[in-house]
């Protein structure tokens, strides 16, 4: 998957959790956004020959 936001982006791998309503925590980085409104998208980094995953949420925290 690829996440982008403004001209900061971040490329991750999904692996199963074994199950459609198991869901997992996974860090996946840092993105820097400018204050006010910002847009991210979360897409497939590529041709999909299945599903993706099923997302449950995404958590953002700020950073010291």
Do not use: K
Request: glycine share 10%; charged share 20%.
């Amino acid at each position: 998957f690829v996440i982008t936001c403004e001209n900061e982006q971040l490329t991750g791998d999904v692996s199963s959790s074994g199950s459609w309503d198991r869901y997992r925590w996974t860090g996946i980085g840092t993105l820097r956004l400018s204050a006010g409104r910002s847009r991210i998208v979360m897409q497939a980094d590529g041709p999909l020959h299945e599903y993706l995953l099923d997302l449950h949420q995404i958590v953002l925290r700020p950073v010291d």
